[in-house]
């Protein structure tokens, strides 16, 4: 208790609370959240953030909390608020490599079943039911479910806004100005569209000879030169420049822009936000809310660009007084396939280095066919390692990026060795991924699902 109370001194942060029945409350100071711990009138439930429940009775009394939610395809932006503060806010990193893994189980499971000669079929009885998602885009929008609930459990939300578009693509199709959000005249509808073409691009100049020395953006109509010229705003006769190559000398004949005809990007994000967004207003009961409107208020307020200032900006904060940013991560719970297939490794004859068998294959893909490909097994040279296949047979202690102590540092842990009796830890001092023994480590945090980055 008394680690918890030294960290409660040197937390900034709110503390949050929730009643003896689990409802959530409004934050105390950590000063007053010491006091209650000591005097044995509450405990502690949760340390991301800091949260304590109390023993006693409450009156509960609650004031308006306004949840903004900055939804992405890797990151979510987030910022609880209320009139006068912001109670919480930060963001929080997805889980990255869902598809991949989703791929190589189907390997493994492929695998085993051709094994079985006479296995039934049972591609027949596959069904899928309205409103299927694959399983990476299925496992993102849970995310966004799991930490805006997670939210509500500990604040009294009241209101939540979720940004799920960076641009308003009727607004583009359709350039009128009409409603609320565009009282403030053309200068908002022009942000709509110049956000999606910057936001495209990745927000850095196509010119593929420029030397980026410059910071400032600017939009580029292709088509000026074209006879008749192509003046339009459509997004594909837009591209986004630096300001060094956006010059009046650039746009004269025989100079860079003029007959210049790059190809525009499409890009994975905002495919998956337009796939899971209505499922994601309804599900929360959220109001909608547009990259190009937190922009331009974002700029309004000098904010830098950032996830929690975006969410910060969505909730409606202008002059509240800022928390300290709580930033997550969502590690992988658990590896739980049994099997691990490890391919054999030559020496290539061609580059003189180590490769795997599978690269230096035959090149053909199915059986009694005509091979589609090179034949790469001309150049496998000696072997340096056989394949094999290993099951694991037990639940290690350790999993991979929690943390431990060993010589009184404190490591990463990378991966468990030797059948559970090693630990493989990350940065030790002239070691990469030194392998140190389970019993000469001390556990400090286990890190798994939601949680800090540090």
Known sequence: MNFLLVQLQTT????????KHGQPLMPTSPRKARLLLSSGKAKIVGRDP???????????????VTLGIDAGYQHIGFSAITEKEELIGGE??????????????????????????HRAPR???????????????????????????????????????????????????????????????????????????????????????CKGKSEVLQIHHIGYWKIPPDRSDRPGNLITLCEKCHTPANHEKGKLLFGWEPKVKSFKPETFMSTIYGKLLNILNAEQAYGYETKFNREQLQLPKTHHNDAFVIAGGSTQ????????????????????????????????????????????????????????????GH????????????????????YIEFEN????????????????????????????SVSKVKPIKRRSGICTST
């Open 409 to 436: 540092n404190k490591y990463r842990v990378i991966g468990m060795q030797n059948l559970g009796t090693g630990v493989k830890i990350a940065n030790y001092p002239g070691v990469n991924n030194k392998v140190v």
């Open 50 to 64: 800091f949260t304590i429940q109390l023993i006693y009775g409450s009156s509960g009394y609650k004031q308006e």
């Open 123 to 209: 591609f027949d009885n596959r069904t899928r039911e309205e409103g299927w998602l694959t399983p990476s885009v299925q496992h993102k929008l849970d995310t966004h479910i799991k930490i805006v609930e997670r939210i509500k459990s500990i604040l009294p939300v009241t209101k939540i806004i979720i940004e799920t578009a960076n641009f308003d693509i009727q607004k583009i199709k359709n350039p009128k100005i009409e409603g609320k959000q565009y009282q403030e005249g053309e200068q908002l509808g022009y942000y709509n569209l110049t956000c999606y073409i910057r936001h495209r691009d990745g927000y850095k100049c196509q010119n593929p000879n």
């Open 92 to 117: 929080l990193e997805l889980l990255d490599g869902v598809s991949e893994r989703i791929t190589e189980r189907f390997k493994y499971r492929r695998q085993r079943r051709n094994r079985l000669r």
């Open 321 to 380: 007084i800022r928390s300290t940013p709580l930033i997550l991560e969502q590690i992988r719970r658990n590896k739980r396939s049994m099997e691990q297939f490890y391919d054999a490794k030559y020496i290539d004859t061609k580059t003189k280095e180590k490769t795997s068998g599978s690269i230096l294959s035959s090149g053909r893909r199915t059986r009694n066919k005509n091979l589609n490909s090179e034949n790469l097994r001309v150049y496998r």
């Open 12 to 19: 900034k942060m709110k503390v949050l609370v929730i009643n």
């Open 383 to 402: 072997k340096v390692s056989k394949g094999q296949r290993r099951i694991k047979k037990q639940r290690y202690p350790y999993n991979p990026n929690d």
